[in-house]
Nanobody, 120 residues
């Protein structure tokens, strides 16, 4: 089974920074789009940012200029650098990846989620 594991969540004060990582492991042949989503209590899960295999990126308006998504294909890892954090950024953050396994099966996979809390 392909697995995605996030790390880097935690508690940070408003204006602070946090960096998230998500590493994919298992029988991976290739990974296409990778992305970060977040979900606050009582709200729908929303796309934060995603990055294509060629490096193209897209961000939700609320994080533009503050967050940066990147990836290291050799490590099957996607990152999210979060700066100038605001209380409204508080949510569980999930990574997602479009993965083709060594058996040729292509599917989207989700990480387990990591809590990001922005509070003073």
């Amino acid at each position: 089974q392909v697995q995605l594991v996030e790390s880097g969540g935690g508690l940070v004060q408003p204006g602070g920074s946090l960096s998230l990582s998500c590493a994919a492991s298992g029988s991976i042949f290739s990974i296409y789009v990778m992305g970060w989503y977040r979900q606050a209590p009582g709200k729908e899960r929303e796309l934060v940012a995603h990055i294509g295999g060629g490096g193209s990126t897209d961000y939700t308006d609320s994080v533009k200029g503050r967050f940066t998504i990147s990836r290291n294909n050799a490590k099957n890892t996607v990152y999210l650098q979060m700066n100038s954090l605001k209380p409204e950024d508080t949510a569980v953050y999930y990574c997602n990846a479009d993965v083709t396994s060594s058996s040729g099966y292509r599917a989207y996979y989700w990480g387990q989620g990591t809590q990001v809390t922005v509070s003073s």
